[in-house]
C-alpha cells in the first residue's frame, strides 16, 4: 500500500534539554508545545515486497525496522519526504519528519495504532517527533517506554494565537540536537533546570487554560533563555545563536517594551519563532521583515499533528 502524510513543525514553549535513557529517546523533563498549521513535512511511504532495500536514509531506515517488526512484514519500502522550510536549521525538521514518516509507514503497512502508540513510536525515531503526533496544545511527558508519549491538552481552536517563524540563515546546523543533548548533563546549570521543570509547567499550563498571553509569553521565552544557557555552559560550549539571531531578540524585546507585545523562542538552532496575538500580527511581521539578516518571515498559527492525505 501506498501512503502520504502531513506531519507539522512543533514549537516547544517548554523544552527539553537531556535524555534520561539516550536509546529509547525518554526526555529528563516533560515538555509543552504547539503543532504549527503550515510548516511541516509530506511524506509517502509505498512498502513493495519486490525491493532489495530501503529507498531511504538511514535514520529512516531504522525507523522503518521499527514498523517492520510491529507489522510482522519483511518487505522494504520506498520513501520520499519533503519539508517545505529549512532543514537542520532550528526548526524541528527532524520532529516533523520522523512524525510524518511514522504514520506514513504504520498506514501503509495495514496497522491502525491509537495515537498514544504512534506517538511513542515516533519518539523512538526523534524525541521530539512525538509531539508532531497529536494536535494543537501538546504535553509530552517524561516517563518509561511505555508512558512518555504526547498528548492533547487544550484542542487546536483553544486559542488563537500567531506563529511567525523569522528566518536568518537556512544553513544546516553543525552539531546535531542529538549529539548536543549527550552532553547537556556537563553544565553546572543543567540539575538545576531539570529540577525546576514541574513548577513551570504547571505555571504555564495555568497560563494558556486562562489565556493569559502576558505570562505565556514571559514563561516560554524564559525557558528558551535557561536552555540556551546550558548549552552554552556544557562542555564543549554549544551555540546556535547567530549575530542575526540576537538582534531579532532584542528587537522583540524592545518592541514590548514600547507597548508592542510579543514574545520569542528559539529552538535547537538558529531561527526564531516569534508568538504574538492576532491583532500585532501584520505590524510584527513587517518589522521583523526590515531588521537586517531576516531572510523571511512565515506566518503560522497553532495547527493539527501528523495526518493522512491520501
Not at 281 to 306: F, M, P, Q, S, T
Request: net charge positive; with cysteine.
Amino acid at each position: 500500500m501506498k501512503v502520504t502524510v502531513f506531519a507539522p513543525v512543533n514549537v516547544a514553549l517548554i523544552k527539553y534539554w537531556g535524555k534520561e535513557n539516550c536509546e529509547l529517546r525518554l526526555p529528563a523533563n516533560s515538555s509543552i508545545s504547539v503543532c504549527l498549521t503550515n510548516l511541516g513535512t509530506t511524506t509517502t511511504v509505498e512498502w513493495d515486497k519486490n525491493l532489495n532495500q530501503d529507498l531511504a536514509d538511514s535514520r529512516m531506515k531504522r525507523q522503518l525496522d521499527k514498523v517492520r517488526k510491529i507489522a510482522q512484514i519483511n518487505w522494504r519500502a520506498k520513501v520520499v519526504t519533503k519539508n517545505n522550510f529549512p532543514s537542520g536549521a532550528g526548526l524541528s525538521s527532524s520532529a516533523s519528519g520522523l512524525a510524518a514518516l511514522t504514520l506514513a509507514a504504520t498506514a501503509a503497512a495495514g496497522l491502525k495504532l491509537p495515537e498514544k502508540d504512534l506517538s511513542r513510536l515516533a519518539r523512538l525515531g526523534s524525541g521530539s517527533a512525538c509531539r508532531s503526533i497529536p494536535d494543537g496544545w501538546v504535553e509530552w511527558s517524561k516517563g518509561d517506554d511505555k508512558t512518555s508519549y504526547a498528548k492533547t491538552i487544550f484542542p487546536t481552536d483553544y486559542w488563537n494565537l500567531r506563529i511567525l517563524v523569522v528566518i536568518v540563515s537556512d544553513k544546516k546546523k553543525l552539531v546535531s540536537s542529538t549529539a548536543g543533548q549527550e552532553l547537556a548533563f556537563t553544565s553546572p546549570f543543567y540539575k538545576a533546570r531539570v529540577k525546576s521543570m514541574a513548577a513551570k509547567i504547571k505555571k504555564i499550563k495555568a497560563a494558556i487554560k486562562q489565556k493569559n498571553f502576558t505570562e505565556l509569553g514571559k514563561i516560554m521565552e524564559a525557558d528558551c533563555l535557561n536552555m540556551h544557557r546550558v548549552m552554552r555552559t556544557q562542555q564543549p560550549e554549544l551555540n546556535y545563536l547567530l549575530p542575526e539571531t540576537k538582534t531579532v531578540m532584542q528587537a522583540v524585546k524592545k518592541w514590548r517594551e514600547e507597548g508592542l507585545e510579543s514574545y520569542f523562542t528559539i529552538n535547537t538552532g538558529q531561527n526564531a519563532l516569534v508568538f504574538c496575538e492576532p491583532k500585532n500580527e501584520n505590524k510584527l511581521v513587517e518589522r521583523l521583515e526590515k531588521i537586517e539578516g531576516v531572510i523571511e518571515v512565515r506566518r503560522d498559527k497553532i495547527g493539527k499533528g501528523a495526518r493522512l492525505l491520501t
